[in-house]
């Protein structure tokens, strides 16, 4: 067994902080269940957005530089507005994970995280991005709350890419005969700590059907694709505020280069991306921030807020766990046919003991299954979780 996972969403939509909080989560899981390593090859380069290079973010180090950020705003207070990291990276991002049963039974998998950019049809890398989507058996995709929920439905769609990647899934390949190509989606909402607490996630759920319609009556009706809507907390303590427009102040006539900033419509304060405010009355002037333009679009800034949580994540392992339940039954079949297959001379030796090469790990995974299973670790519904089986109207 060795599955390839791609990760798909906007720019910044959390797509790689999913990732970091789910391996923490999998290093949490029983020891007596399964162990989870990571293969990835750090010393691979990727570039950022000015064509620089640097060393490949490690899912730890991502995984701690939200817990020690959260640490930070939480020290400065719960009344500072803040905004994450809005940049792009260039580069798809592949990390290799391996899970062992008992030291002998292994799969592995490839988790590649695409840039949000891909997802346009006319750069380059386009062509890249649909042969990775028709090679891959899971589709993991991020979508970003607060747009989903509080940005105007043409903000939304250029930022979380949502009918650009309704287009590329049209790229991913099922076979109802022999092969039996399996597929799973997964529709992860990140950044809704608002929404959860407030027990309001099933309006996100709801908003997510309309948004993503076109991939969801795409495929909802083939039996050989499943797909999950499942909310994912990646940190608890930090929670969605308000979109505010993207703005730069100049403080004195003098001054070259704006700063970042929003002003809010309503109160007049202007939010500094460090958290700190400025009155109007002590700034020079105010201009859009041309860089928050994309696609003839300008994208407001999200700003957020400490809650007083700790670094709390929730239901991060889930999709993992559903990912490994899905593969497991698609293995299954994969093997059944198999042995269907077997040539007369193959049926003979296996009359006499002999054990075909393939599904020799499936006894030891479908037995993982069972036991998340039976232990209530798989959720199947509630906190917005949810199987997609019905055309959306």
Not at 12 to 25: D, E, Q, T, W, Y
Not at 117 to 126: A, G, I, L, S, T
Not at 291 to 313: C, M, R, V
Request: glycine letters at 6%; one cysteine or more.
């Amino acid at each position: 067994m060795a599955h390839k996972i791609i990760m798909l969403g906007g720019r910044r939509a959390g797509k790689s902080s999913i990732l970091a909080v789910m391996l923490n989560a999998l290093r949490e899981m029983p020891g007596d269940l399964c162990t989870i390593n990571d293969l990835t090859d750090y010393d691979e380069k990727v570039v950022d957005k000015h064509g620089i290079e640097h060393a490949k973010p490690t899912l730890r180090t991502k995984c701690l530089e939200i817990k020690s950020y959260l640490q930070k705003r939480t020290l400065i207070g719960t009344n500072t507005k803040f905004i994450v990291d809005m940049n792009r990276s260039n580069t798809a991002i592949r990390y290799n994970l391996q899970a062992s049963i008992g030291g002998t039974a292994r799969t592995t998998f490839e988790f590649i995280d695409v840039p949000g950019e891909w997802m346009r049809q006319n750069v380059p890398e386009h062509a890249e991005l649909k042969k990775i989507i028709e090679e891959s058996d899971v589709y993991i995709i991020a979508i970003d709350t607060p747009f989903l929920m509080e940005a105007d439905e043409d903000v939304n769609s250029v930022y979380n890419r949502t009918l650009e990647i309704s287009d590329a899934m049209g790229h991913m390949r099922t076979f109802s005969n022999e092969a039996k190509d399996k597929k799973m989606i997964i529709f992860v909402p990140v950044k809704c700590e608002k929404w959860m607490y407030a027990g309001e996630i099933d309006t996100v759920f709801e908003k997510m059907k309309l948004a993503y319609k076109n991939l969801i009556n795409q495929w909802v009706e083939n039996p050989d694709v499943e797909m999950w809507c499942m909310p994912a907390i990646t940190s608890g303590g930090i929670q969605f505020y308000k979109l505010l427009p993207g703005d730069k102040v100049f403080r004195t006539a003098e001054q070259k280069i704006g700063e970042k900033c929003s002003k809010d419509p309503i109160t007049g304060t202007i939010y500094l991306p460090d958290g700190q405010t400025l009155s109007p009355r002590r700034i020079d002037r105010l201009e859009t921030d041309m860089s928050q333009e994309i696609d003839h679009t300008f994208i407001p800034l999200s700003w957020y807020e400490t809650n007083g949580k700790a670094f709390t994540p929730q239901f991060s392992e889930q999709p993992v766990y559903h990912l490994i339940r899905f593969l497991v039954k698609k293995e299954v079949g994969l093997a059944n046919l198999k042995l269907n297959n077997l040539t007369a001379w193959q049926r003979f030796k296996q009359f006499f003991g002999w054990t075909p090469p393939f599904g020799k790990n499936l006894p030891a995974f479908t037995s993982l299954i069972n036991t998340l299973s039976a232990r209530g670790l798989i959720k199947e519904n509630g906190d917005g979780y949810h199987r997609i089986t019905e055309t959306i109207e």
